[in-house]
Every structure is written in structure tokens, then in C-alpha cells.
T-cell receptor
Framework: EAQVTQNPRYLITVTGKKLTVTCSQN?????MSWYRQDPGLGLRQIYY???????DKGDVPEGYKVSRKEKRNFPLILESPSPNQTSLYFC?????????????FGPGTRLLVL | GENVEQHPSTLSVQEGDSAVIKCTYS??????FPWYKQELGKRPQLIID?????GEKKDQRIAVTLNKTAKHFSLHITETQPEDSDVYFC???????????????FGKGTHLIIQP
């Protein structure tokens, strides 16, 4: 089944404790992206990747890191999480390098930083 | 970067009536405009998209129109049904002359409520 998976789905952590949210897709998509969703603010892009080893900042990259060592995986790293990073996070992927094709979203990861 | 404004934030219509959600964008290089629907707590899913080389696209009860001159695009849902009640997001993606795209910028969303 073609899908985007994220892990963990729910996470409660404390300020400053490094964490990684994994994202994997099995559709051989070139483009992958991370978004955060906050009430009243919609979906805001954190980072995106056009292909392996090619990543770029989105609208809200501060406090986040990403890597794209393999085509299928695009982990989101919070080196030192803070309470303002409490949010619902979505990973997405699409065919084509420009992100201008249908984006398929993962199920989301709810993060609470205390 | 791109800025997308979406209105209204909440829209309540009677079942069977039409609903229209409007978005404006700022970057004239934007040429791809998708619409996503999201159930509460679930992932967004694409319902329709349009590219800048067309002015309108229809898919059954859903249509999207694009006015590049005015930099606005709209989602039209006809004969609304209770299952249309969800949050709808518009988005825009610019493609620059070098061939690089800059990802999707989303509007803040419209909560569509279909009154029975």
C-alpha cells in the first residue's frame, strides 16, 4: 500500500531533550516536506527536500533540523525542544522535484513539550 | 516569500446550497494552486488543484477558478452535503525561472459547516 508513515504518533517530552520524528514513504517520491499545524495558523512549512542530500528552509525552520540521506526517509530533528514547538506535525511527499504535484500527507505526530 | 490569505475563516451554509471559499496570493511566480480538505485530527487530503495555464477546473460538485491578473482563486462546492463539513485549505506554490519551486504556502483554513 502506497503511504507516508510517521513515528511516533504522539510524544510528550521535556524542554531541551533532543528528539527525532521519523518520516518514511514507499512511493519513490523525490519531494518531501515537513509542516507544523497550529490552531488558527494553518499549515506552515518547516523544511522541504527536492531530492537526496537537497534540503531547504521553509517558512518556520528555526529550532528544527532535517536530513535526506535516503530517498524514502526524511527525519525531523529537534535538538533542544521548547514549549513553543508543541504542535501537530505532518510529513508529506510528492512525485516530482518541485512540490507541484499532489502531496500525500502522513498521519501526523502530536508533540507536547513541557 | 509567498503569502496566501484565505476567507472566510468559518462558513455556514444550508444543505443543498453552494459554498465559496476565496484565496489571494502575493507571488506572481506562483503557478500551482491546490485545495486540501482536513477532517478534525486527520491528515489533509487533496480534493482539487489547478495550474496557471487554465482558468477553471471542475470535478463533479467541486470547481476551482483562478484569476492570475487579480492573484486570486476560489473553491466552489455545489449541492452541499453534510459530509462536506470539514476544514478546507488553499495553497500556492511558485515556480521560478531557474526551474526551482519553493514549496507550498497554505492559507489559514476555512471551517465549512453544512447545516441540515
Amino acid at each position: 500500500e502506497a503511504q507516508v508513515t510517521q513515528n511516533p504518533r504522539y510524544l510528550i517530552t521535556v524542554t531541551g531533550k533532543k528528539l527525532t520524528v521519523t518520516c518514511s514513504q514507499n512511493m519513490n517520491h523525490e519531494y518531501m516536506s515537513w509542516y507544523r499545524q497550529d490552531p488558527g495558523l494553518g499549515l506552515r512549512q518547516i523544511y522541504y527536500s527536492m531530492n537526496v542530500e537537497v534540503t531547504d528552509k521553509g517558512d518556520v525552520p528555526e529550532g528544527y533540523k532535517v536530513s535526506r540521506k535516503e530517498k524514502r526517509n526524511f527525519p525531523l530533528i529537534l535538538e533542544s525542544p521548547s514549549p513553543n514547538q508543541t504542535s501537530l506535525y505532518f510529513c508529506a511527499s510528492s512525485l516530482g522535484s518541485g512540490g507541484q504535484e499532489t502531496q500525500y500527507f502522513g498521519p501526523g505526530t502530536r508533540l507536547l513539550v513541557l | 516569500g509567498e503569502n496566501v490569505e484565505q476567507h472566510p475563516s468559518t462558513l455556514s451554509v444550508q444543505e443543498g446550497d453552494s459554498a465559496v471559499i476565496k484565496c489571494t496570493y502575493s507571488d506572481s511566480a506562483s503557478n500551482y494552486f491546490p485545495w486540501y480538505k482536513q477532517e478534525l485530527g486527520k491528515r489533509p487530503q487533496l480534493i482539487i488543484d489547478i495550474r496557471s495555464n487554465v482558468g477553471e477546473k471542475k470535478d463533479q460538485r467541486i470547481a476551482v477558478t483562478l484569476n492570475k491578473t487579480a492573484k486570486h482563486f476560489s473553491l466552489h462546492i455545489t449541492e452541499t452535503q453534510p459530509e462536506d463539513s470539514d476544514v478546507y485549505f488553499c495553497a500556492a506554490s511558485p515556480m521560478y525561472s531557474g526551474g526551482g519551486a519553493d514549496g507550498l504556502t497554505f492559507g489559514k483554513g476555512t471551517h465549512l459547516i453544512i447545516q441540515p
